[in-house]
C-alpha cells in the first residue's frame, strides 16, 4: 500500500470538470487550460475523468486522450491521478492500462456499478484491474452513485491480495466507517474526501486529502483547508470550512457538475458551459441562484481565483 516513490497522496487533487466545444465534441485545449489553472493555483494535484468530469459521457478513447492531454499540460507541476473505472471489467482495464502509457501517477476506480455485485466480486474486480499495472490504485467508494458499498472486510482483503492498493477516495457520510477502516488497514491508509461538506470532519479523523468538484471553482482555499488541517492549524482550517460551506453546498444545487460548470463559465475559467445528454446546463433559476453565490463569496472569489 506504498505508493511509488516521490508520490505524494495527500493535499487537494481536485476533480476537473470536462469541457465541451459547439459542437459537443471534448475541448482538449481548454482542458489543458484547467489543468495549467490547477497547477498555478496551489493544488496538489489533478484527477482526470472522475465523477465532475461527466465520465459516463464520454468514450475510452476520449478518457485516454484527456489523461494525456492533463499529464502534458501538468508537465510534472502536480500528479495526475486518472479515473479508469468504466461500466465493464474490460473497459477499465484498458483504461488503466493506457493511464499507465500515458505517465499518470495512479489511478482512481470506481466501485463497479448498477450490477450490484456481491463483495466476492468486488474484491476480485480489484485484484483483476489491479495486476494489469503497476501504477498504485485507489479505491473510489460513492455508494450514492454506485449504489454499491465495499465494506471494510472487503477491502482489508483486496489490501492482502493487492500491494499497489494505495487508499480509498471516500464520497460517504458514514464517518464511523471512516474509523472503522483506520482502526483495520491503520492509520497511514491514505484516504481523500469526496463529500465537500465533511471536508474538515473527514480530515480530523484521519483522512490526508480532498478530491472535492469545489476545488474547480476556488482551488487556492480548498488545497489551503487541506494544507492547514495537515500541518495541524484546525483553527485556520475552520476558518476555511465556514467561508468555503456556501460553495460546498452548491455543489449539490443541482446534480455535480451542472453547479459547478456554470459557475466556471460565470468567473471566465470556462468559455461555456456545456454537457452531454443526459446531463443538462444550469435552469435560469439555479443560474440565478448562483450568481448570488459569487456575490455573497466576495473576497474568495476576488482574491485571484478566476
Not at 25 to 36: H, I, N, Q, R, S
Not at 186 to 202: A, Q
Not at 275 to 303: F, K, N, S
Request: net charge negative.
Amino acid at each position: 500500500m506504498t505508493p511509488q516513490p516521490g508520490l505524494a497522496l495527500r493535499g487537494s487533487f481536485v476533480p476537473l470538470v470536462t469541457p465541451f466545444g459547439e459542437d459537443l465534441k471534448v475541448d482538449y485545449d481548454t482542458y489543458g487550460a484547467l489543468v495549467d489553472r490547477q497547477a498555478a493555483g496551489g493544488s496538489h494535484g489533478v484527477v482526470v475523468t472522475g465523477t465532475s468530469g461527466e465520465p459516463s459521457s464520454l468514450t475510452v478513447s476520449e478518457r485516454a486522450e484527456l489523461i494525456r492531454v492533463a499529464v502534458q499540460a501538468a508537465a510534472g507541476r502536480l500528479p495526475v491521478v486518472a479515473a479508469t473505472g468504466g461500466q465493464s471489467l474490460a473497459d477499465t482495464v484498458e483504461l488503466t492500462r493506457q493511464a499507465e502509457a500515458a505517465g499518470a501517477a495512479a489511478v482512481l476506480v470506481v466501485t463497479p456499478y448498477y450490477s450490484v455485485p456481491p463483495q466476492r466480486g468486488l474484491v476480485e474486480y480489484f485484484a483483476a484491474v489491479g495486476g494489469v499495472a503497476g501504477l498504485p490504485l485507489l479505491i473510489y467508494h460513492i455508494p450514492g452513485r454506485a449504489a454499491v458499498t465495499i465494506s471494510v472486510d472487503s477491502v482489508a482483503r483486496i489490501a492482502d491480495r493487492l500491494p499497489a492498493l494505495a487508499g480509498m477516495k471516500y464520497a460517504g457520510r458514514d464517518l464511523g466507517y471512516l474509523t472503522d477502516l483506520f482502526v483495520r488497514l491503520g492509520r497511514d491508509f491514505t484516504v481523500f474526501v469526496g463529500l465537500e461538506e465533511l471536508s474538515l470532519p473527514m480530515m480530523a479523523v484521519g483522512a490526508q486529502g480532498l478530491m472535492n468538484a469545489a476545488g474547480n471553482v476556488l482551488p487556492g482555499p480548498v488545497a489551503a483547508l487541506a494544507d492547514a488541517v495537515n500541518s495541524g492549524d484546525l483553527a485556520c482550517a475552520r476558518d476555511l470550512h465556514f467561508r468555503l460551506d456556501a460553495l460546498n453546498k452548491a455543489v449539490f444545487w443541482d446534480t455535480n457538475p451542472i453547479p459547478v460548470k456554470y459557475l466556471l463559465q460565470a468567473t471566465g475559467v470556462l468559455p461555456v458551459a456545456r454537457h452531454r445528454l443526459p446531463m443538462m446546463p444550469a435552469t435560469p433559476e439555479l443560474a440565478a441562484r448562483l450568481d448570488q453565490l459569487l456575490a455573497d463569496l466576495g473576497d474568495l472569489i476576488g482574491g485571484g481565483e478566476r
